[in-house]
C-alpha cells in the first residue's frame, strides 16, 4: 500500500481554470505538508496542517486553498490558474510538526507528486 | 525566507569517482535531514543528523554534521549510476518551517 497517494499524477489544463489535487495518507501521521518544486527543481513549502489545523501559510496567493476534511486527507484547490503556477506539487507528511520536536526523527514522507501544466 | 544554502548545483562524475555535496546555513540547526530524489521521482529520506560532529555511514554514503551545526555534507564513495539523481539537505527554520537547500543534481556516466 502507498504511504502518501496524491492525485490525480498529471494535470494539464488552461489559464483561469480552477483545479483541486487530492492527498491521502495511511501513516497515521499527524501533520502534513504541501510542497511546490519549480523548474529548477526548489522545493518551497506551501502549507502544512497538524490534526486538521492550519500551521504554515507561506506567503502563499490566496488562490490556493488548502483543506483538510480529518487529518489523513489534505487536499489542495486552486482558482484561477497562472501560468506561473505549473510546477510539481508534493504532497507529504510526518508524525508531528517538522522542525517543532528537533530532537525527535520527524522525518518527510512523499507522495509521488502532481505534474500541474497551465497553458 | 530560505535557511540552507547547497552546493554545487550539478555534478557531473564518471562511474566509479567521488561526489561530495555541501550544505551551509547560517544559523546553528537543531538537525539536518538529507533526501534523494531520482528523476521523475519524489524525494525519500535517507538520514537525519541531529549531534554536533556526528557522521553516519550507509553503504557507499557518509553522512557529516559540523561541530557548530552549521554545515553538513553528503559524500559518496565510488558512484554508480543508481546514484543519479537530486541530492536535498534540510533543516528547521524560523517558525517551524522545515526549509530545503536548493539541491544538487548528480549525473553519473557509465
Known amino acids: 500500500d502507498t504511504a502518501v497517494s496524491q492525485t490525480p499524477k498529471y494535470l494539464v489544463t488552461q489559464m483561469g481554470n480552477d483545479k483541486s489535487i487530492k492527498c491521502e495518507q495511511n501513516l497515521g501521521h499527524d501533520t502534513m505538508y504541501w510542497y511546490k518544486q519549480d523548474s529548477k527543481k526548489f522545493l518551497k513549502i506551501m502549507f502544512s496542517?497538524?490534526?486538521?489545523?492550519?500551521?504554515i501559510n507561506e506567503t502563499v496567493p490566496n488562490r490556493f486553498s488548502p483543506k483538510s476534511p480529518d487529518k489523513a486527507h489534505l487536499n489542495l484547490h486552486i482558482n484561477s490558474l497562472e501560468l506561473g503556477d505549473s510546477a510539481v506539487y508534493f504532497c507529504a507528511s510526518s508524525q508531528d510538526i517538522q522542525g517543532f520536536l528537533p530532537a525527535t526523527n520527524e522525518k518527510l514522507f512523499f507522495g509521488s507528486g502532481t505534474q500541474l501544466s497551465v497553458l | 525566507g530560505q535557511q540552507v544554502m547547497q552546493i554545487p548545483q550539478y555534478q557531473h562524475v564518471q562511474e566509479g569517482e567521488d561526489f561530495t555535496t555541501y550544505c551551509n546555513s547560517s544559523?546553528?540547526?537543531?538537525?539536518i535531514q538529507w533526501y534523494k530524489q531520482r528523476p521523475g521521482g519524489h524525494p525519500v529520506f535517507l538520514i537525519q543528523?541531529?549531534?554536533?560532529?556526528e557522521v553516519k555511514k550507509q553503504k557507499r554514503l557518509t553522512f557529516q554534521f559540523g561541530e557548530a551545526k552549521k554545515n553538513s555534507s553528503l559524500h559518496i564513495t565510488a558512484t554508480q549510476t543508481t546514484d543519479v539523481g537530486t541530492y536535498f539537505c534540510?533543516?528547521?527554520?524560523?517558525?517551524?518551517?522545515?526549509?530545503f537547500g536548493s539541491g544538487t543534481k548528480l549525473n553519473v556516466k557509465p
Open positions: 496542517y497538524n490534526n486538521k489545523e492550519l500551521i
Open positions: 543528523l541531529v549531534k554536533s560532529g
Open positions: 534540510a533543516g528547521p527554520g524560523d517558525f517551524n518551517k522545515f526549509y
Open positions: 544559523t546553528t540547526l537543531s538537525n
